[in-house]
């Protein structure tokens, strides 16, 4: 049998570049040999508690070489991957993991609390700890490794169609719905990234996003991992830290959202930081604002930036960073082996120019949603994923992203769905009616504002929504301020405009 999926690449390079250094974190440096062997005794181990072909092992951590090590161990033994994001709240990580079913859930230590929140109530049976004191109920890691056999992996055929990893995306109508990615799509797009933004061997990157996103995982970990170079980790976003790294890692490759170029600007080391190393800036989430861009360009560097979303494994779109100063605002071309269109109502292509939805298609787009076969369909058309954005191409076939039809908010790089919010708002039987909308933010680019409207005759104050919120949600998805009005501007129809929302609030 041959397994032809993504589990084995480490193995394989450590057979080119054994002494390497594949993974760096903190003053630990992994070489490829090592990390081969980690991998090849953790498979082994997994395989001897039970985990096989098709089950899920969840993961709930930041940036740390146990996520890349669980990620392949799992690829290994055709099982799906579940990465959790650390900045959810208890209950959503509960929906996550009673949704896919994991019975095996591997976290970092420090999120002990979190992890045991979120799979109490779940068909969770196996817990294992990274780092920490392990107590009776937990199994350490490190000794989860030390007990699996190298060379142990199990010969399966596992192949590109294949499901790898199952990644969960904010849903517009309440539950996240889980994006099943398969080795075939995440091959595909590290084949885009290598053509379109020139991913070489030996390429040195600063992983500053969570793994548990998919661009940092695929475009950063995934594409580097397969060139034989370096992956640098860092568990959260400090300038400081970040500007000193890119010195004395001598970094080549950099990720991340405008919010994160901008702060890195405005430090204090910032001038006096040696970045001639680097040589790929990559940029997603919104565009870069163009002071930004020019104190970038005054140091020699510029932006490639891009579009996609986790159902193309990301990405769709890439815009080299020679054209950005001559397209600005653009998400640049086609991706090498992706082909996108713009559509009327109808789903028939618009000509250059013409404003209409956003469709994807190509190797690198998901097939499904996990257990949502209803969201499927609605989601993917005669093999086309419908982006639920709008934009139009120009006549050099670059794309410009004008406005979104989900009713979605973009603050820092991740994503808020209003409906989400929406609805936990609306357990309070003094409200009528509640619109979330997207305000601009100079730090986070925008953040969520809630508008309010009482039933006749009720008192609510917004501490009392913001705490109940605060239990339920994530940090970043709890309105930043909230306001309360007599009535909504709304349709003919009764909906709630939320573009005159936007206007009415924009400096808010």
Known sequence: MQNNGIGPWIARKAVRHADRDAIVHGDRRITYGELSERIERLTDALAARGVSAGQRVAYLGNNHPSLLEVFFATANLGAIFVPLNTRLAGPEIEFMLENSAAKTLVFQSDLRDLARAGSWATGVSRLIMVGGEAEHELEDYEQVIASGTAGAVPDLAVDLDDPALILYTSGTTGHPKGAVLTHGNLTWNTFNVFVDYGVSPGERVLLISPMFHVASLTNGALTVLLQG?????????????????????????????????????????????????????????????????????????????????????????????????????????????????????????????????????GPNVIREYWRRPEATSEAIVDGWLRSGDLGYFDDDGYLFVTDRLKDMIISGGENIYSAEVEAVIMEFSQIAGTALIGVPDEKWGEVPLAVVQLRDDERLDADTIVDHLAGRLARYKVPKRIVFVDEFPRTASGKIRKADLRKQYAGA
């Open 229 to 361: 170079g370096t992956v640098v980790l860092h568990k959260k976003f400090d300038p400081g830290h970040v500007l000193a790294t890119i010195e004395r890692e001598g970094i080549t490759m950099l990720a991340g959202v405008p919010t994160t170029y901008q702060m890195l600007q405005e430090h204090e080391a910032w001038q006096t930081t040696d970045l001639s190393s680097l040589q790929r800036l990559t940029c997603g989430g919104s565009a870069v604002p163009e002071r930004t861009m020019e104190a970038y360009a005054e140091r020699g560097l510029g932006f490639s930036m891009g579009y996609g979303m986790t159902e193309t494994s990301p990405s769709a779109t890439a815009l080299p960073a020679h054209m950005a100063q001559h397209k600005i605002g653009s998400s640049g071309i086609k991706h090498f082996f992706t082909d996108v269109k713009v559509v009327d109502t109808e789903g028939r292509a618009l000509p250059p120019g013409e404003i209409g939805e956003i469709w994807i298609s």
